[in-house]
């Protein structure tokens, strides 16, 4: 059975830092990864999505890696706005179609 | 497009009740899901659809019910309300039928059982 996980649970930091936010799973065999931003009370926002395939994706200041075999993927947020507060999940596609989510990095960027 | 819509935004049912959360998207996704979010957690799969008459259980199923008679629908029903099925829940599709499935959600339907 597939497990995700994510840590930090929550972080806070002051604007200008730069980030790493972690997420693990148990089981390899995936189709790709996604990781995603909720606001409160909101839907969520897909960020990057990286391929089995893949190493890493870049979009503007995030930069996220795949390590397959290790089980573990990172988002990397540089130069971070308070903007950029919110909860971060990442999801992971199974070889059966499922798509399974950790439990959210909560993170608060202060001026 | 209006991406992935869900209706109703807000209920509140009584116990034993029962109703359906409405989701429908006009991508043309083959891949549906439903997720519940409780406070402070990650979303659990209630239910997915890889096409038009084909559902497979998620991870918490039990009390929920689904179909998907064409490629825009997949309704969630519950039968009979209980309080643990307070949550908010989310719809969601991707691309068909490919490895590279980019998620799109819709904006959730926050559900109170009393």
């Known amino acids: 059975k597939q497990e995700v996980t994510q840590i930090p649970a929550a972080l806070s930091v002051p604007e200008g830092e730069n980030l790493v936010l972690n997420c693990s799973f148990t089981?390899?065999?995936?189709?790709?990864l996604q990781w995603f931003r909720q606001d409160p009370g909101k839907g969520l926002t897909s960020l990057l999505l990286i391929q089995s395939s893949q190493r890493e994706q870049t979009s503007g200041r995030l930069n996220a890696s795949l390590d397959k075999s290790s089980g573990r993927s990172t988002l990397y947020i540089a130069a971070s706005q308070p903007g950029d507060s919110a909860t971060y999940l990442c999801?992971?596609?199974?070889?059966?179609?499922?798509?399974?989510f950790g439990t959210g990095t909560r993170l608060q960027v202060f001026p | 497009n209006a991406g992935v819509t869900q209706t109703p935004k807000f209920r509140i049912l009584k116990i034993g009740q029962s109703m359906t959360l409405q989701c429908a998207q006009d991508?043309?996704?083959?891949?549906m899901y439903w997720y519940r979010q409780d406070p402070g957690m990650g979303l659990k799969l209630i239910y997915y659809?890889?096409?038009?008459?084909?559902?497979d259980k998620g991870e918490v199923p039990n009390g929920y019910n689904v179909s998907r008679s064409t490629t825009e629908d997949f309704p969630l029903r519950l039968e009979l309300a209980a309080p643990s099925q307070t949550s908010v829940y989310f719809c969601?599709?991707?691309?068909?039928?490919?490895?590279?499935?980019?998620?799109?959600f819709g904006e959730g339907s926050r559900l109170t059982v009393l």
């Open positions: 089981d390899s065999a995936i189709y790709n």
């Open positions: 969601a599709s991707s691309y068909p039928g490919t490895s590279a499935g980019e998620l799109f």
């Open positions: 659809s890889v096409g038009a008459g084909i559902t």
């Open positions: 991508m043309n996704h083959n891949y």
């Open positions: 999801a992971v596609k199974t070889n059966t179609d499922k798509l399974i």
